[in-house]
């Protein structure tokens, strides 16, 4: 099983260019996450889909869009990038909301906004 | 609203010595206490996690974590450090199992030898 993995690894982009970054899991989980981490502000929730065919917003949603695809994926759009934007996005799986189960994390996106 | 408080954004031990990590929550309700690892250029893994029964948790690596009611904190704490234990570590909580996390800013450990 590859978990959970994000596509792609790193990414620069000028102010208002878009773009795409992709998260699939293989666990058969219900529930994923994206989070963005800045340095000294913890991960912050963007969206989250408790599953398929739902997705909601969390806490830092502004200038972000979702697509939860199908069961396995679950996407995260840029519509027009701006350097706030710079930042380290993660994306997590959970088995299902309720009960306490572990979040899955992925490997990170990096991306620079200039 | 729920919310965690890490204090100190950096904690240096020297290797060998007790590796104690603190975090304090807030909720409305009992929650649900968990700590994180980030590894340099990872995702985060799960450390340990507390869930209302035990109120001494075990978690991997010998870390372990005490909830306590009365100081609203969930620190984790390891007796001896060791130089792979330097990374940052994350305290979160959620309110109730449908509630998302809510995460610290993180504490990084440096273990110098």
């Known amino acids: 099983n590859a978990g959970v993995t994000q596509t792609p690894k790193f990414q620069v982009l000028k102010t208002g260019q878009s773009m795409t970054l992709q998260c699939a899991q293989d666990?058969?989980?219900?529930?994923m996450y994206w989070y963005r981490q800045d340095p000294g502000m913890g991960l912050r929730l963007i969206y989250y889909s408790a599953s398929e065919g739902t997705t909601d917003k969390g806490e830092v949603p502004n200038g972000y869009n979702v697509s939860r695809l199908n069961k396995r994926e679950f996407s995260l759009r840029l519509e027009s990038a701006a350097p706030s934007q710079t930042s380290v996005y993660f994306c997590?799986?959970?088995?299902?909301?309720?009960?306490?189960?572990?979040?899955?994390f992925g490997p990170g996106t990096r991306l620079t906004v200039t | 609203a729920q919310s965690v408080t890490q204090l100190g954004s950096h904690v240096s031990v020297s290797e060998g010595a007790l590796v104690l990590l603190r975090c304090n929550y807030s909720?409305?309700?009992?929650?649900?206490l968990f700590w994180y690892v980030q590894y340099p250029n990872q995702g985060l893994q799960l450390l340990l996690k507390?869930?209302?029964?035990?109120?001494l948790v075990k978690g991997i690596n010998g870390f372990e974590a005490e909830f306590k009611k009365s100081e609203t904190s969930f620190h984790l704490t390891k007796p001896s450090a060791h130089m792979s234990d330097a990374a940052e570590y994350f305290c979160a909580v959620s309110e109730t199992g449908y509630s998302t996390l809510t995460f610290g800013k993180g504490t990084m450990l440096l273990v110098s030898p």
């Open positions: 909720s409305s309700v009992p929650p649900y």
């Open positions: 997590a799986s959970e088995p299902r909301q309720g009960n306490p189960y572990e979040q899955y």
């Open positions: 666990m058969n989980h219900n529930s």
């Open positions: 507390y869930t209302s029964a035990a109120t």
